[in-house]
């Protein structure tokens, strides 16, 4: 039954001594949460305290929590602060995308095999999805950011611009280079 409640539901829950509902909602979004992290830092340790420190955060805010935006929005403004308060710590950042899935399985590896279609298809979509990985981890930091927030995360332009600090007009265009690089990066592949 939780699983039909809003996040922000849950959240209320959760302040309000349900430690059932943050269990639902770490369910929901550890993936996602993970994955951006782990392809804007590309070093697993570092994305694994990352991970650990956001949710302590939200852990510990929990009491103040009032619904003022999607939850996902603030779990990942809260992501985007811890990262950037590791990149000023570290003056360090490698971005990646080349994180596997809780199966072990990386992008490229992703794209579901139809028993039908012939083995030079499957290479074919194979050569495709690594493509795009690299021309994601090509994009100036800033737009592979929003790209992931949007594509990982699911959040709305203002939504990004929220979790990242900027103004929406700025998230629309990163968000609109980050598209632009990747279909002239993949222009020719097909």
């Known amino acids: 039954m939780r699983d039909e409640v809003a996040d922000e539901q849950l959240m209320e829950l959760y302040r309000d001594g349900d430690a059932g509902a943050f269990d639902v ?11 951006y992290l782990f ?9 694994e305290e990352l ?17 003022s935006a999607k939850f ?14 590791h990149i000023r710590q570290t003056h ?26 012939q083995p030079e ?3 074919e979509r194979k050569r495709l999805a690594e493509s795009l990985v690299e021309n ?16 990982e995360a699911g959040l709305s332009l203002d939504e990004i611009a929220l ?4 103004t929406p007009e700025t998230a629309k265009s990163r968000l609109r280079y980050a598209v632009a690089r990747l279909r002239d990066g993949l222009r020719g592949l097909r």
Do not use: M
């Not at 392809?39 to 994305?47: E, F, H, I, P, S």
């Not at 991970?51 to 619904?67: A, C, G, K, L, T």
């Open 121 to 123: 298809i499957l290479v």
């Open 163 to 166: 979790a990242t600090g900027v």
């Open 72 to 85: 996902s929005t603030v779990l990942y403004k809260v992501a985007h602060n811890r990262l950037i308060d």
């Open 136 to 151: 994601i981890e090509a994009l100036p930091a800033l737009q592979r950011e929003a790209f992931l927030l949007r594509e």
């Open 25 to 35: 909602l770490y369910r929901r979004h550890k993936g996602g949460l993970f994955r």
């Open 92 to 117: 360090e950042i490698a971005l990646s995308l080349d994180v596997e899935d809780e199966d072990g399985d990386c992008p490229a590896q992703l794209i579901p095999a139809d028993p039908g279609v």
């Open 51 to 67: 991970f650990q420190d956001v949710w302590s955060n939200i852990i510990r805010s929990r009491e103040r929590y009032q619904p």
């Open 39 to 47: 392809r804007l830092c590309k070093n697993q340790g570092v994305a």
